[in-house]
């Protein structure tokens, strides 16, 4: 028999989105009432609570049969995504193209065709496609000299170029959030280098939140991350046990990462303090290493062993738990978004159609151990429904 859990603290850092605390609360507890629907339990979520520390929220899960509760701690870097927004679209595109030149220069592009070409491809993509941009608006900024024109043709051919690009190009580039990936890379840069004064007081901050967390009473502690979040965990929780190694002392703790893009930055050549906390938490014996993964999201390292990558081969290995989306939501919904790399990545947070194999609502705040929790249609939940026992969906 598996020990329900009564109470657990969970500490989320989510991904490189233009989301605020408040608007991952609302898609939080969108997913969870869904959640309820599918497998048969009712919720109770609390408005967020931001006065005091960091941005938080209880969610009650229950049955006449069992009751959880869970206090989730939300740790966005929201304003880190806006500081490079904020910038002009000129300098942006220089940033983003910086960035991938220090990281090419870093190995990285080399070790991610080595250990998993499709994020090599994701990598590539939105500096070839806004190479091809700027390429385009420089050929219609040349046709007087293409064409064999005079000089005084560039007076109609460079407002041309410039209204064709910023009306038409750019505009196409961005249906593919270019701009926003570009930030992207300048971050996985920054949390590489951590040389961003910004990023160190983000990382200071929520080190901090973690180890409220942590002193906190509970059955179980789930430090939760979703793509570009799993290194920002990886560094705070790492720091956490660089300072207070007590802090998990007698506890459960679960390291989950979810789609988790950790060797995008640790791969880089000087990462060095990002991989010595990813030891740090694998070495730790009180706490479970996990990652969720899907064949279909490119935009992670898909079956790579991501602590020995970062240099630890004698530490105990991630767990590695396979899901596959297509098995998680309806025929229609999945044709819908499967082309859409982006949408895919983000499923991990988001609620299923059916139940399955894997649902981040009961991952992060239902009745069973997250750390024990690799199937949810295989398992036997006994009395864990209301009425009907699970169904065996596939997944």
Known sequence: ????????????????????????????KRSAERSAEIWGFSTDIDPLHEEQGAPHFTVVHETRN??????????DHNALVEKFGR?????????????????????????????AWRFGLFFLFPFVLMTLVLGASLAVAALPSLLGFGPWHYFWSLPLAWVSGRG?????????????????WELAVSAARMNDPDLSCWLERHCDTMIEALNEPADEYVISSHSMGSTLAAHVFGM?????PDAVAGKRVVFVTLGGA????????????????????????????LEVQCLTDVIHFYRCAVVSLCGHHDAPQAELVSIRVKHLLHPERYRRIKRDFLRIHRQYVLHADMRGSFDFTLLTTGPF?????????KRDFGSFGREAPLENTKA
């Open 262 to 289: 950790i060797l995008q930055c640790a791969l880089l050549k000087t990462a060095g303090k990002l991989r010595q906390r990813v030891g740090a938490i694998a070495h730790a014996s009180e706490v479970s290493f």
């Open 87 to 115: 910038k002009s679209i000129f300098r942006r595109i220089l940033a983003g193209f910086a960035s991938f030149g220090y990281a090419v220069g870093q190995g990285a592009l080399t070790a991610y065709f080595r250990h």
């Open 369 to 377: 151990p997250a750390g024990l929790t690799t199937d949810y249609s």
């Open 240 to 244: 956490v046990l660089e300072r207070k």
């Open 66 to 75: 069992w009751r959880t509760t869970s206090v989730i701690y939300m740790c």
């Open 168 to 184: 038409v190009f750019f505009p196409l580039s961005e249906r593919f959030l270019t701009l926003h990936l570009f930030a992207d």
């Open 1 to 28: 028999m598996i020990d329900l859990v009564r109470r657990r603290v969970v500490v989320h850092f989510p991904g490189f989105e233009r989301m605020d605390a408040q608007a991952h609360h609302r898609r939080f």
